[in-house]
């Protein structure tokens, strides 16, 4: 008697994920389009604690030469990928594995970002914020589909 374990998140899985992906690649598109064009351009107060311009032109803006927003935007194209509904009705394995690594990575960054702009910057950016806040929700959706799908997989027989 052979065993096929069918795993489906529900369909609001697939509809968040994919919606917050598409949120983040808007948001990481304007922080790279800002970056390049003009950093003080963007709709954001520049004085006080809340500062984008100071954020966005910071050296910790840069990863080895890189602008963070292209960094951003690149992982939030792959997120698109990954939370696709082609890429959730997946049975290959390491499609959830790597969906799952990639935003746990997301959460880790925000974490560091969070605390360099606190820290060391002593800014916050607000459309930065924007996306930190979409690559936590889009971790915990993720987490929550993985505990939801582990629970309520069916086997045929």
Known sequence: MSRLAVRRPPTWV?????????????????LTVTHYADPSA??????????CTLVTTSPE??????????????WSVAMVGLCSPLAWRAQAEWVDRVRLLATGAGAL????L??????????????????????????????GARAKVRTSVTVHA
């Open 14 to 30: 697939v509809a968040t994920s994919l919606g917050l992906s598409l949120v983040a690649v808007a948001v990481a598109s304007y």
């Open 109 to 112: 960054v925000v974490v560091y």
């Open 61 to 74: 803006s840069m990863v080895f030469g890189i602008p963070v927003a292209v960094i951003g935007l690149v």
């Open 42 to 51: 963007l709709a954001c107060p520049d004085t006080g604690v809340v500062n």
């Open 114 to 143: 969070v605390y360099t702009e606190l820290f060391r910057i002593g800014a916050i950016c607000l459309w930065c914020t924007a996306m930190h806040v979409t690559a936590l929700a889009l971790f915990g959706v993720v987490m």
